[in-house]
């Protein structure tokens, strides 16, 4: 592996390899004056010293020299050698016949340290023993009752709880997939993930009985079986299956029964708005899962850990702790005032955040035992540089590490050295194994800049750019479920040269000299709000099926303080109608999640006509919702009194100064 590594790396910078040398174990570097093979009467014990000091002081001297141009470059080469070791792992596991699976680790686990803690919930301890057991009862129960095979797809629309845990393993047993969906999501959106996924079966908990109902007699024509995390149901085409389970027995279940199981087969399939459109499935298959799991590795997480999730089970993130043999302690929703406490209690060590969870935590009241705790690793995505320097100083030392990857992206990027605000650090390892570019984009029209050849053009270093990473045999793009246009809108052609191919991530960003990774912003018909993709035209589509609602343009709008955008409607209304602000948040808050609900809804009932759909949102981004500026009437969310009320400069005034949060 490190001969592997020592030719690429050649390759790359020649001059480097020397100091390269020094870094490795002694062996390989043993002058001859040391092997027995030389002639040691040859040389006398002064030479030996005078040639050791040259060779010590010459090395020093280049060391500092080089350390002043690369002072990353010792990190850089401790993080692609994990790499290396990491990539060493995945290749064992991907050849071993038969596959050792994801499931195979936890079953290894599980026999290994059958008493160890897995899951603190509430006030419930499970051990990984509890989890093996539980799992086999969720599986054998499922087997029995809904008739699951190896090869289906379950839908899964549960909270964060042990049970969620104990599904995926037991449709890990019978050689399922999970269909991971946002428990926020109602109504038509439900509908639309349940069918871009070929699930026969819906697993819903009790606390979303009165959507899954709304929406029951689609289901049915589908010919999807809907079972409720209840014990008995009386609606006509609800199953109950808590008694179910509770009967079934613990036994293990054969092998056989997963037997087709293999590097490419998809384990999970996650809900995305990606850059366009309506939500679309992405799969995520055993070898993504590999990867998915090693990246607390790379945080430096090990099996003495607890970890502390407080972020949704559906999210991609956190799904593969368990995989590390270390605590989690799962939370059901995240609360800012319980966060510390239950970190103290639990001697929690590792956080997974998103930015908006740190964010939350500082702006609570500081307290006099802000720093104690045990908590030594944060890893997560999207913290602002602001909350990042506000977190080091009230809590204390903190290793922050922030990574950059989405459930249909190709690759993923960290922040290993923990420069406040980078999403991520590139070194000459990930540009060989994973290349990317950064090219020009135009906003106004949306559309990537193009040279006289057809080719992009690369930002220089420094300069804000799309970022496109390579599609190749090792970093494969898997698209979307059963929507090849939109799989084909992501892809991205001709872009370094003729006929190369590439995968459009929407997001811009600035890379510095040292290689570091700074998100600037999203483009395309998504913005990002509470760590959530909205997908404007899914938003726009909800508002346009209003009676009074002739046209919507739904976009994000840039707050101080917020990470991401928040969503504003421009709305046209019919000919003498007005808006019903009482009934647009109904209609809002029954068919969207809290995270897509517009922010603030513009009315123009002038619509400028001139210059396309893109140019005419560009401008409206521009303008923003400041009353001052805006003639038209704007409205604010009062999600309290349930309705949408006028937005008054005051308002606006105390949004703008960070007084009031969204
Ligand atoms: C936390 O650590 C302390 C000291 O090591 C120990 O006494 C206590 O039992 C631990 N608490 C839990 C919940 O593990």
Same mark, same amino acid.
């Given at each position: 592996m490190v001969r592997q590594f020592e030719q690429e790396y050649a390759e790359q910078q020649p001059g480097i390899l020397f100091l390269l040398l020094l870094l490795l174990p002694v062996d390989h570097t043993t002058p001859r004056w040391r092997s027995k093979e030389g002639n040691p009467s040859a040389r006398t014990g002064i030479s030996m010293m005078q040639t050791l000091f040259t060779i010590l002081s010459g090395s020093a001297v280049i060391l500092l020299l080089l350390y002043r141009k690369f002072p990353y470059f010792v990190q850089d080469v401790m993080h692609a050698r994990l790499n290396i070791w990491i990539s060493g792992q995945r290749a064992k596991f991907l050849q071993t016949m038969p596959y050792f699976t994801v499931l195979d680790r936890f079953l290894e686990l599980a026999k290994k340290q059958p008493a160890k803690p897995f899951i603190i919930f509430e006030d419930e301890l499970f051990t990984y023993g509890d989890g093996d057991l539980q799992s086999n009862k969720v599986a054998r129960a499922l087997r029995q009752h809904a008739g699951l095979r190896e090869g289906d797809t379950v839908a899964l629309f549960l909270g964060n709880q042990p049970l969620f845990v104990w599904l995926l393993l037991g449709l890990a047993k019978l050689g399922c997939a999970p269909a991971l969906m946002n428990y926020g999501i109602r109504a038509s959106p439900l509908l639309q993930c349940l069918s871009c996924t070929s699930a026969k079966v819906l697993i819903a908990d009790a606390g979303v009985r009165g959507a899954v109902e709304e929406v029951l007699p689609s289901l049915r024509q589908k010919g999807i079986r809907v079972f409720i995390l209840g014990e008995a149901c009386s609606s006509e085409g609800l199953e109950a299956l808590s008694d179910k389970i509770q009967q079934a027995s613990d036994q293990p279940l054969s092998p056989q029964l997963r037997a087709q199981v293999k590097a490419t087969t998809p384990t999970a399939y996650f809900y995305t708005s990606g850059t366009t459109g309506l939500p679309k499935a992405t799969v995520s298959t055993e070898a993504k899962a590999w990867a998915a799991a090693f990246l607390l590795t790379h945080a430096h997480v090990g099996a003495q850990d607890r970890l502390y999730l407080t972020l949704p089970l559906y999210h991609m993130s956190g799904l593969h702790a368990g995989l590390h043999g270390i605590t989690v302690v799962l939370k059901r929703k995240f609360s800012a005032s319980q966060f510390w406490a239950d970190c103290r209690r639990h001697n929690v060590t590792v956080i997974l955040y998103i930015g908006e969870i740190l964010r939350y935590l500082c702006n609570t009241p500081a307290g006099a035992d802000d720093r104690r705790h045990r908590v030594r690793v944060v890893v997560g995505n999207g913290l602002r540089a602001d909350v990042w320097r506000l977190f080091l100083q009230r809590f204390g030392k903190i290793r922050i590490t922030e990574f950059y990857g989405s459930s249909d992206g190709n690759t993923a990027l960290m922040n290993y050295p923990g420069r406040v605000g980078a999403v991520g650090k590139v070194n000459f390892y990930h540009r060989r194994v994973a290349p990317y570019v950064l090219v020009q984009f135009d906003p106004e029209r949306e559309e990537l800049v193009r040279d006289a050849y057809g080719l992009c053009v690369q930002v220089p270093t420094g300069e804000t750019g799309l970022f496109l990473s390579k599609i190749t045999a090792r970093n494969p793009f898997g698209g979307y479920l059963n929507n090849p246009e939109q799989t084909e809108r992501k892809k991205v052609r001709d872009v370094v040269e003729k006929g190369d191919l590439f995968l459009n991530s929407g997001d811009l960003m600035k890379i510095d000299e040292d290689g570091f990774v700074f998100f600037q912003d999203r483009v395309g018909d998504t913005f990002r709000w509470k760590g959530e993709n909205v997908a404007t035209t899914e938003v726009a589509s909800i508002l346009t099926m209003m009676d009074?609602?002739?046209?919507?343009?739904?976009?994000?709008?840039? !707050?101080?303080?917020? #990470? %991401?955008?928040?969503?504003?409607?421009? !709305?046209?209304?019919? #000919? %003498?109608?007005?808006?019903?602000?009482s009934e647009t948040f109904a209609h809002i808050s029954h068919s969207l999640p809290q995270f897509a609900w517009p922010q603030f809804i513009r009315i123009q009932n002038d619509p400028e006509l001139t210059g396309t759909f893109k140019q005419v949102k560009f401008r409206l981004v521009k303008e923003g919702f400041d009353p001052?500026?805006?003639?038209?009437?704007?409205?604010?969310?009062d999600p309290g009194r349930k309705t949408y009320s006028p937005l008054t400069q005051d308002c606006y005034d105390s949004i703008w100064s960070g007084k009031v949060k969204l």
């Open positions: 009074s609602v002739l046209d919507s343009n739904v976009y994000g709008v840039q !707050l101080p303080g917020h #990470e %991401g955008r928040a969503g504003m409607a421009t !709305l046209t209304l019919k #000919e %003498g109608k007005t808006l019903d602000c001052s500026t805006i003639r038209d009437p704007l409205f604010i969310v």
